[in-house]
């Protein structure tokens, strides 16, 4: 069934990156674009309506050429330009698509302070599963990460990573960690085998988790990685670094953490390694 991908477009060069990465997907797929760009709202000052005229014209032009490029690959593209803000534009026109693609500034701890809020915004409070793309080049990436804490939210997440693992014919890593409680002052270690222990209940509850893919996905390689750690999206980061997709899922709950990613999430956004799917 086809589905429709709609893509947050600016004139950022992560931005054409979305757009490219959105396109191939939705080539392979025989998914619909649609190509949004929001230009800022009006604030009264004098004048401002013509500046306002020409943004809503050159933001046009610039859509206009990028679906142009994604209909070269045989891809139906529809373009829509509005006004408000982008965070709150971007969300609500996500009620309609199944997958929600916008790109990273983000190249890597050499390139300076890791993204802003906007990103981590719109994909905590987006309808659908939102797809961050980072400007840095992907090409020679194989595999798909994804992080497990036993969640429901987590499972959807490795169902959406196993179906795209299985569709490219790449191999899938799932990804546990665990952090053994800290220690009171009184005591100078941990009692015997308590760290071992650990080790074995998050490897038992990760097999659990990934139980069914290779049912599903008999074709499918699966690979299960158990860490301690006390920074779980540094792991994640660390293997995707290599990888071409990674898939993690949102805590954020009811309105008022409707803006809000759990903190691994969070931070696996803000030094995005690779193309990071956000499952809710």
């Known amino acids: 069934m086809q ?37 800022g709202g009006a604030l009264g000052v004098v004048g401002e309506g013509d500046v306002i005229d020409d943004a809503m014209a050159m933001t046009h032009e ?7 490029q994604v209909r070269v690959r045989g891809v139906q593209v ?11 534009r971007l969300i609500i026109a996500s009620q309609d698509a199944a997958l929600l693609a916008i790109g990273s500034d983000y190249r890597g701890p050499e390139s300076g302070p890791a993204r802003g809020p906007h990103g981590i915004r719109i994909a905590a409070g987006a309808h659908c599963p939102v797809a961050v793309v980072p400007d840095l080049d992907l090409t020679d990436r194989t595999g798909v990460i994804v992080g497990v804490d036993g969640s429901e939210t987590s499972e959807r997440a490795i169902a959406f990573a196993a179906a795209e693992a299985d569709r490219s014919g790449e191999p ?21 085998d308590y760290l071992q222990n ?3 209940l998050t490897e038992e509850s990760l097999a659990i988790s990934v139980a069914g893919i290779s049912q599903m996905y008999p074709d499918l390689h699966l690979r299960r990685v158990v860490e301690s750690s006390a920074d779980p999206a540094a792991v994640i980061n ?18 008022i953490a409707r803006f809000l990613l759990g903190s691994t999430s969070q931070q696996v956004l803000a030094r995005v390694a690779t193309t990071t799917v956000v499952v809710r």
Do not use: F
């Open 3 to 39: 589905e429709k991908i709609i893509v947050g477009v600016t004139d950022a060069a992560a931005s054409r990156r979305a757009v490219s990465w959105a396109a191939h997907r939705a080539a392979q797929r025989g998914d619909q674009l649609e190509l949004i760009s929001i230009v």
């Open 198 to 200: 650990m080790q074995q």
């Open 238 to 255: 660390r293997l995707a670094a290599q990888a071409r997709l990674t898939v993690i899922g949102s805590h954020g709950y009811g309105r």
């Open 78 to 88: 529809e373009t829509r330009v509005e006004r408000g803000k982008p965070v709150e």
């Open 172 to 192: 899938l890593t799932a990804v546990s960690t665990w952090s053994p409680v800290a220690l009171p002052l009184s005591v100078r270690s941990y009692p015997d």
């Open 62 to 68: 610039m859509l206009d050429r990028d679906a142009e």
